[in-house]
T-cell receptor, first 114, second 116 residues
Framework: QKEVEQNSGPLSVPEGAIASLNCTYS??????FFWYRQYSGKSPELIMS????GDKEDGRFTAQLNKASQYVSLLIRDSQPSDSATYLC??????????????FGSGTRLQVQP | ETGVTQTPRHLVMGMTNKKSLKCEQH?????MYWYKQSAKKPLELMFV???????ENNSVPSRFSPECPNSSHLFLHLHTLQPEDSALYLC???????????????FGSGTRLTVV
């Protein structure tokens, strides 16, 4: 089982729609969760972090976390063509001497159609 | 300069060559990382340094040799690589490794490595 799983996509949505990106993780000890956006040929950039169950909103982005289901998602409202990129989910387990760095999923490619 | 700077941006090397990748961070962070990104695969953690001390080596072949002379600089020395080592090599930094929050990574632009 992969530590962090994402559907590779592409996820295609029309401009102005809500894009929903999902991620599941295997390590119940994971405590910090991050969403990165990576444009083609570029490096990942951090867009959201979440640590507590529930929703966290930042502009057009909403991260949702459900630790019981080991599930984290990212909603993008009013999707724009400039949102077209690969979105990487990453998890971090704290207070564990064996694993101190982020583990990434393969990413979901989002295409926003004008 | 600001952020995390990686050089070179592109590198083509033969299997018998020796080359080095350089990473420099201007953020005052205490932890630095090397990741490998291959097509269709997740980012793979290679090395973790905290305050210049290597704290994790994720079973990386010895043909990759990291060096961290201070908290701002990180190198990846390459020798006798294989074609399957061709990938994007990303350097990242974070504030700290201690348990806490908001320790998201800042990535450099990466080095696109091609081994021929």
């Amino acid at each position: 089982q992969k530590e962090v799983e994402q559907n590779s996509g592409p996820l295609s949505v029309p401009e102005g729609a809500i894009a929903s990106l999902n991620c599941t993780y295997s390590d119940r000890g994971s405590q910090s969760f991050f969403w990165y956006r990576q444009y083609s040929g570029k490096s990942p950039e951090l867009i959201m972090s979440i640590y507590s169950n529930g929703d966290k909103e930042d502009g057009r982005f909403t991260a949702q976390l459900n630790k019981a289901s080991q599930y984290v998602s990212l909603l993008i409202r009013d999707s724009q063509p400039s949102d077209s990129a690969t979105y990487l989910c990453a998890v971090n387990r704290e207070a564990d001497t064996g694993r101190r760095a982020l583990t990434f999923g393969s990413g979901t490619r989002l295409q926003v159609q004008p | 300069e600001t952020g995390v700077t990686q050089t070179p941006r592109h590198l083509v090397m033969g299997m018998t060559n020796k080359k080095s990748l350089k990473c420099e961070q201007h953020l005052g962070h205490n932890a630095m990382y090397w990741y490998k990104q291959s097509a269709k695969k997740p980012l793979e953690l290679m090395f973790v340094y905290s305050l210049e001390e290597r704290v994790e080596n994720n079973s990386v072949p010895s043909r990759f040799s990291p060096e961290c002379p201070n908290s701002s600089h990180l190198f990846l020395h390459l020798h006798t690589l294989q074609p399957e080592d061709s990938a994007l090599y990303l350097c990242a930094s974070s504030q700290d490794l201690r348990p806490g929050r908001d320790y998201g990574y800042t990535f450099g632009s990466g080095t696109r490595l091609t081994v021929v």
